[in-house]
């Protein structure tokens, strides 16, 4: 679903994709909050906006979210800090699984 992805309004041409240069610029720990407040944000607001895109909404909060995991995986970032705010976009995707 490239709409979700990698989404070209997402990419200026001979630049790295927005994310990338979030973590580069700002580091991994804000970029991570970052990721899960948007993710909470498609979560809140799936389907609202327009009801054809809930699914695609979803999508979205989970590829924000997914993107912290890997991070987190790799041990690049924990979400000390943020454990209330991980623990409930985590509980509230499990809905979607």
């Known amino acids: 679903m490239e709409r979700v992805n990698h ?13 990338v240069e979030m973590e580069e ?8 909050i970052f990721c899960l407040l948007n993710s909470y944000k498609y979560l809140y607001r799936a389907g609202i906006k ?6 695609e909404d979803i999508c979205k909060a989970k590829w924000y979210f997914d993107w912290c995991e890997r991070k987190r995986k790799e041990n690049k970032w924990m ?6 705010l991980y623990n409930d976009i985590k509980k509230e995707l499990a809905k979607y699984d």
């Open 79 to 84: 979400y000390i800090g943020s454990e209330n």
């Open 50 to 55: 327009d009801k054809n895109t809930y699914n």
């Open 7 to 19: 989404p070209s309004h997402y990419n200026i041409p001979h630049r790295k994709e927005c994310i």
């Open 25 to 32: 610029k700002y580091g991994i720990q804000k970029t991570a």
